[in-house]
């Protein structure tokens, strides 16, 4: 059979018989509005859409190609590989292939009769050659940073998102109940997260966790026992872990766990693109009581900054709260991390990526908004024993806030 | 207990007795001399080098900082998170911390007394926002593209790297061993990938393969079966897959695996940072005749290239012999991918990252060099049906060539 027709007949009846949801067009607009209100405010007149979620979120595909936006008029969706099936993904009209990023001015042309007089690139992540690049196939054109447009749309979250977000929260409650019957004395961290990956895997998740970062990648096997709980290393992150090697320093390692002491899982899924994180503790036997004691405190911690969730609060005063409340309940020097290491911040934005706005964090003075979703993770930290933490990712809803992933608080004992 | 001391008393100790293994100071040198011979021939006075896995090749660890490399004296490794850590890992000497990219300007000054006339950065992915950044903070020096001096001295792999290769390669092994308890008729491809998964991680398998791209992440669980096999995707590979949802539209699907069709897996694994990928095929029951004679045509054609595989092959001309072999082995229209979209490489170097040089590809007129290491991937689709095909990775000897990927290579019959 020919390709082209396989795809143009098959490929849509096989992928939606296996769980494929596509973007609505209608969901498309309602972003492409979102982007450019934001265009508008910074006098951007056409976007290049380059970074991979940022033309996901737009497109509805992640083939290899470009979206063209014009500040007005229809958007043109440039496909490398593979367009068929880019065709079928993205409820996008104007879909055209290319070979060369040097055909991109022609094809804008056709598309818009005359080229903009600036284009707007993600500079935050956009590597220096490609801007070079750039530079020489667009000689006239200002080529302007717009990064801030994606994180400022992106920072809410549709009906249809927090749908998908919410739906990464259930998988995550089923693998965390199955761990149960998987988790035995003598068993390693990594062991225990590779099995976790399989649960999970096998109700749709996709198994990556996306960082907007050069350098770093996120991972799902965050699993620390005892004393490589009390691990920092490279993440802004209260304990690192220890991790496989020097090259993957931070998860999950090859140490036995062992009884009675704390076992985290900070454990994020991914479904279509979108994450729910989510930690909880596990302990074969009774966790020692200084782990149950430090366990109740960022349960506490982690209500009373959920007690303050709802539109127009401040970010910045919600972790402040926490930092009083950490203090007062004993926890001054291992809150968030070990003295000189703590990390200032208790929760991130999360959706196609894991570092959206907003951030509960030192120094993050503006408001939460209807529609965001964040990570909420107050954890405690002690150096050569062992770290607790509990982790919800939740929706600012109009009145308050909803938990999008409603696993048991309780500690999971077996 | 201190943090600090708890690094310095108890952390080494753990990591090691669970299997980490430090670059030997020897090694470090060894490649500083490689990188130093390229900067020369470029010009450039010296280096902060800031992608991951330079940096990691480099300094031994993966901590997160810069490090400084002068093209003569002592290199300066700096550490925003963690030092401690980041001082037991790298055998480099002067490691010192700092807070913002801003504090760099004097540590190298301190370092050197004055600054250099150039520095060389990794322009290939170094996004733009950091340029200008580099640009403000040392404004009287030229930044120079380092990119090239990186990809040719990580071409050439040391008798180290080769042997943490080769142990990615024998865990690779151990997991297609495996495979034969657990593939089950009815199962989805992605369960199977997950279980994979987790058989590796038990052996020390990283979960993630690193490429040096903004866009492009790869992935292990590359396993398709009959039609998914047909599908082309973002990838420049022959075949994509079906995936798991238009975010993740590469590799294993939810789609139930048959008896009799071709069940392709294509399962890298990653130790230490050094990756071995190879291909090997499976069925459930007897295989179709016509995957059964792909599959040889494929086997034949990879042995013909191995062939030719020596210091000092064009590795163009390599590629060339596999598309005759192919086309008079009655492949034509089907090798390395449906007509239209074949791809046209059949070998990607392989080491940190999984699109190193060389290439055996189209347009790679260059001669292989003893000490390279290579994935050489024969592969044959027909869409709407399946795909067929083997890899290994290989190194280039003194007189030939060594796989090290040792995994049988007849189809697993479950």
């Known amino acids: 059979m020919h390709y082209k027709d396989w ?25 492409l509005k979102r982007v450019r209100d934001g265009m508008k405010q910074q006098g951007i007149e056409s976007l290049l859409v380059i970074q991979k979620m940022d033309f996901y979120y737009l497109s509805g595909t992640t083939q290899d190609g470009f979206l063209f936006l014009p500040l007005e008029g229809k958007p043109l969706l440039m496909i490398k590989r593979e367009l068929e099936r880019a065709r079928v993904e993205s409820p996008i009209h104007d879909v055209v292939s290319f ?15 005359k080229l903009p007089r600036n284009i707007g690139l993600e500079f935050d992540l956009l590597p220096v050659r490609d801007y070079f690049k750039f530079q020489e196939i667009f000689p006239r054109i200002t080529l302007k940073d717009s990064s801030s447009v994606f994180r400022e749309a992106r920072k809410i979250k549709s009906t249809f998102e927090i749908d998908l977000i919410r739906r990464a929260g259930e998988i995550g409650k089923k693998v965390y109940e199955e761990v149960r ?21 096998r109700y749709g998740h996709e198994g990556l966790l996306r960082v907007r970062s050069l350098n770093y990648q996120a991972y799902s096997w965050h699993i620390l026992s005892g004393p490589t709980g009390g691990i920092v290393s490279q993440s802004d992150s209260p304990m690192g872990g220890l991790g496989l090697s020097p090259a993957f320093p931070v998860g999950a390692s090859l140490r036995k766990m062992e009884t009675r002491e704390p076992i ?21 036997g009774r966790m020692k009581k200084k782990f149950i004691d430090a366990y109740q405190a960022c349960c506490e911690i982690h209500d009373a900054a959920l007690e303050e969730v709802r539109p127009g609060v401040d970010c910045a005063a919600i972790f402040q709260k926490t930092l009083r409340l950490a203090k007062k309940l004993g926890y001054k020097d291992s809150y968030l991390g070990p003295p000189g ?74």
Chains 1, 2 share one sequence.
């Open 264 to 284: 985290l899982v900070d454990f994020g899924i991914c479904y279509h693109g979108y994450q729910a994180d989510q930690t909880r503790m596990f302990s074969i």
């Open 99 to 113: 070979k060369s990023i040097r055909d991109l001015p022609l094809l804008i042309q056709k598309h818009r009769k």
């Open 181 to 201: 019957e998987i988790l035995k004395e003598g068993m390693t961290e990594i062991e225990l997260g590779g099995l976790m990956e399989a649960v999970a895997k």
């Open 341 to 414: 290491l703590q990390t200032r911040f208790i929760g991130h934005g999360i959706g196609l990526e894991l570092n959206e706005l907003p951030f509960i964090a030192q120094g993050h003075s503006y408001p939460l908004e209807e529609g965001m979703t964040v990570a909420v993770e107050p954890k405690i930290v002690f150096p050569g024993e062992g770290a607790v933490g509990i982790e919800n990712t939740i929706t600012v809803t109009e009145n308050g806030y909803e938990i999008l992933t409603s696993t048991e608080q309780e500690i999971f004992q077996v």
């Open 7 to 31: 795809v143009k007949n098959e490929f849509q009846k096989l992928s939606q018989s296996l769980g494929f949801r596509y973007f609505p067009g209608q969901e498309i607009q309602n972003r």
